[in-house]
């Protein structure tokens, strides 16, 4: 086995990065008033930068901006496109005294557009902050979030009488001008966050969904189509994967169940290069689903946790990867977190330190599997 010279590499990660607290501070008070928006731009540059070093000193060839950013990974991003309106997320405390985030609503209120560049200016800041032969990566939302949450309802009948095929083609086709436009300024690695394949895996989640109208075994079908959709309007050259998320708030999570409800339609008719499927723990199941993966497209392994501080076991990561082998060619497998350590501005409950720590362990677990 060798290294590999194109995204995904054999120890790469999800993206986002617990802020530090002179960012968080300056956040506040911008929502306070009491700093500009161009004032905050260069408090996350400065922050950037910084993450930007983290990254390449525990030896990482992918780098993003940690999500810097954004307030929440997906919110931030889809908001921006024409025809979509999204209320924010609610924080709710449960009794145990934890909290949990309630779903935001996101609604598409008219046509679908690609109203304006969305992370060109942030990438081609990344860009210019990364050594040579780094790739600099860009993460943003699934499609499929503009549907799943709220099914039909959830979107105009106006603007969209039917939704095969004009809504699918229409955001397919926004996503297509967006990913064009990272091209166009020198990007060629991508990663959409998709929460909702894995949510499908859960049984509670795929009751909501039949609550809502849709039938859970069709949409994993359905969703794979969109996905082709966009995947035909993206440039040649550039890789673009998948993460799959089974939620990530405070160290929380929303789903649970194993991938066989969805692998077919996620690794076999989905045209994607790559996917980062999480496995950290049993709310993953087995690896039995990767068998159908097809030639030519890697998943990656997210077999380190980013929700707690404690240190995987090197030698149980490799006896992983081998009993991944089994199913998918060994070739054809990364490694990775299984997710960000903040995919919202929160953070998980785990140190920086830690964060490093587990970072370089992928690294070197890396380095000695696939040598």
Not at 15 to 26: I, M, V
Not at 176 to 184: A, K, M, P, R, V
Not at 196 to 203: F, H, V, W
């Amino acid at each position: 086995m060798t290294a590999r010279t194109t995204p995904p590499f054999r120890a790469d990660h999800v993206g986002s990065f617990l802020r530090p607290k002179y960012l968080l501070d300056a956040r506040e008070q911008k929502a306070r008033g009491e700093i500009t928006a161009e004032q905050l731009r260069a408090v996350e540059d400065r922050a950037i930068s910084e993450i930007v070093k983290f990254q390449q000193d525990v030896g990482l060839q992918s780098i993003t901006d940690g999500e810097f950013r954004r307030t929440y990974f997906h919110i931030d991003f889809l908001e921006q496109l024409g025809g979509v309106h999204c209320d924010p997320p609610t924080l709710v405390r449960k009794p145990d005294g934890s909290e949990e985030l309630a779903p935001p609503v996101m609604r598409v209120t008219g046509k679908v557009t690609h109203a304006k560049s969305i992370q060109r200016a942030d990438f081609e800041y990344l860009k210019s902050q990364i050594a040579a032969g780094m790739t600099p990566k860009v993460t943003i939302p699934s499609p499929t979030m503009l549907h799943f949450r709220g099914g039909r309802a959830g979107i105009s009948r106006e603007a969209y009488p039917e939704l095969d095929p004009s809504f699918y083609d229409d955001v397919a086709q926004a996503y297509g001008e967006e990913l064009q436009s990272l091209y166009d300024a020198g990007c060629r690695y991508v990663q959409m966050d998709d929460t909702n394949m894995a949510y499908l895996c859960d049984e509670k989640m795929r009751e909501a969904a039949r609550q809502r109208g849709d039938d859970p075994n069709e949409l994993p079908h359905r969703y794979a189509g969109f996905i082709n959709k966009v995947v035909a309007r993206k440039p040649a050259g550039m890789t673009l994967a998948m993460h799959l998320c089974r939620g990530n708030f405070k160290s929380t999570h929303a789903a649970s169940g194993n991938y066989e409800p969805v692998a077919e339609a996620l690794l076999s008719e989905m045209n994607l290069d790559a996917y980062f499927m999480e496995y950290d723990d049993d709310r993953s199941g087995d690896f039995r689903p990767l068998r159908y993966i097809k030639p030519g497209k890697t998943v990656v392994l997210g077999l380190v946790t980013t929700k707690f501080g404690e240190m995987e076991n090197k030698d149980v990561l490799k006896r992983r990867i081998d009993e991944a082998a089994r199913y998918a060619p060994l070739d054809q497998l990364c490694l990775s977190p299984q997710c960000g350590f903040s995919s919202t501005v929160h953070g998980n409950n785990i140190a920086v330190e830690a964060q490093r720590s587990k970072l370089r362990l992928v690294v070197e677990t890396a380095a000695e599997v696939w040598r």
